[in-house]
Nanobody, 130 residues
Framework: QVQLVESGGGLVQAGGSLRLSCAASGRTFSTYGMAWFRQAPGKEREFVSAISWSGSNTYYDDSVKGRFTISRDNAKNTVYLQMNSLKPEDTAVYSC???????????????????????WGQGTQVTVSS
């Protein structure tokens, strides 16, 4: 069972930046698509960004496109989320996620929805003050 441990959350003023990290255990990290999701108080968990196993394909929700950048370092078993120009509406618990399926029938999978996630991190709080 993979373990995902996030770090880098905190309190920042609007317009500021944070960099989240997610360290994964195990030797299969480089074969799985990874993603970040977030959940604000009273709201459902929502997709933020995802990255393919090689890093060559990235995906973003429209609300963060142009402000957030996802990346990964397979040698370090780590995925990152660089968050710039933060807004109060970005306040949420951010969770790292691994795809439920790595590869099947010629396709590498990337988790873009909650039900495509096989493993979750514990989450890290990001609070953006106005």
């Amino acid at each position: 069972q993979v373990q995902l441990v996030e770090s880098g959350g905190g309190l920042v003023q609007a317009g500021g930046s944070l960099r989240l990290s997610c360290a994964a255990s195990g030797r299969t990290f480089s074969t799985y698509g990874m993603a970040w999701f977030r959940q604000a108080p009273g709201k459902e968990r929502e997709f933020v960004s995802a990255i393919s196993w090689s890093g060559s394909n990235t995906y973003y929700d429209d609300s963060v496109k142009g402000r957030f950048t996802i990346s990964r370092d397979n040698a370090k078993n780590t995925v990152y989320l660089q968050m710039n120009s933060l807004k109060p509406e970005d306040t949420a618990v951010y969770s790292c996620a691994r795809s439920k399926i790595a590869y099947y029938s010629g396709t590498y999978f990337c988790p873009l929805k909650v039900d495509e996630v096989g493993s979750w991190g514990q989450g890290t709080q990001v609070t953006v003050s106005s």
